[in-house]
């Protein structure tokens, strides 16, 4: 089992970057797959981005491809979403997950949560 910690959320105006850092505990983080997810106000969670455990493959969502990056550190436990040229339709709760087998975009592709952390992207 694996419990995940996400930091690095706020506020930030358009056109701008933030870095979310997920860490993750127990020895065994290098073998999920990892992804993160966002949840915007009466909407169902979606996928942004996913990689794979050795981190030699990705896959991202239409709506940030090009503008936000996923990568992860297994010495460190940690799985990162770079997303820069913030719009105000990115304004979510951004979860980060981690499940077993192969990459997939689908919130029931991951087995464990984090507890979210908010991004707001103001006009």
């Known amino acids: 089992q694996v419990q995940l910690v996400e930091s690095g959320g706020g506020l930030v105006q358009a056109g701008g970057s933030l870095r979310l850092s997920c860490a993750a505990s127990?020895?065994?983080?290098?073998?999920?797959?990892m992804g993160w997810f966002r949840q915007a106000p009466g909407k169902e969670r979606e996928f942004v981005a996913g990689?794979?455990?050795?981190?030699?493959?990705?896959s991202y969502a239409d709506s940030v491809k090009g503008r936000f990056t996923i990568s992860r550190d297994n010495a460190k436990n940690t799985v990162y979403l770079q997303m820069n040229s913030l719009k105000p339709e990115d304004t979510a709760v951004y979860y980060c997950?981690?499940?077993?087998?192969?990459?997939?975009?689908?919130?029931?592709?991951?087995?464990?949560w984090g507890q979210g952390t908010q991004v707001t992207v103001s006009s």
């Open positions: 997950a981690g499940g077993g087998g192969v990459l997939r975009r689908t919130v029931r592709g991951y087995d464990y």
């Open positions: 127990g020895r065994t983080f290098s073998s999920y797959v």
């Open positions: 990689i794979t455990r050795t981190g030699t493959s990705t």
